[in-house]
């Protein structure tokens, strides 16, 4: 959950957020793709990451309303 | 995406092969990504979907040598 590190103070809040909304999406469309073909242990770790990324993707949002 | 049911007894593994080689190489891009925005366990997520999907990649072209 090391979403920024201690020694990195210009990193940009919306570029992490859209990247983590951006992967979330790819992700889910992975996992359609993963189940499609009967990958269920990968679908279930692509289904991980993309949890991890649309918790990130909401909790910057909710740092930064509208 | 659904390209085979979990009863579909005609799965064409080169689908699924070449599914799997696909999943790799776009979660490898992703996982750079998260690691740029500085979203370790993402990053980690996403390797570990990387890892499996090589594994199935690789597992099935031993099953079908060229």
Same mark, same amino acid.
């Given at each position: 959950? #090391?979403?920024?590190?201690?020694?990195?103070? #210009?990193?940009?809040? $919306?570029?992490? /957020?859209? @990247?983590?909304?951006?992967? @979330?999406? $790819?992700? /889910? !469309?992975?996992?359609?793709? @993963? !189940?499609?073909?009967?990958?269920?242990?990968?679908?279930? &770790?692509? !289904?991980? @990451? /993309?949890? !991890?990324?649309?918790? $990130?993707? &909401?909790?910057?949002?909710?740092? /930064?309303?509208?």
């Amino acid at each position: 959950m #090391n979403r920024s590190s201690a020694t990195d103070r #210009n990193r940009d809040p $919306i570029n992490e /957020r859209d @990247a983590a909304a951006y992967i @979330a999406t $790819i992700t /889910r !469309e992975l996992a359609a793709l @993963a !189940e499609g073909a009967g990958m269920e242990v990968l679908k279930y &770790l692509l !289904e991980m @990451a /993309r949890d !991890e990324a649309q918790a $990130i993707a &909401l909790e910057e949002k909710k740092r /930064r309303p509208s």
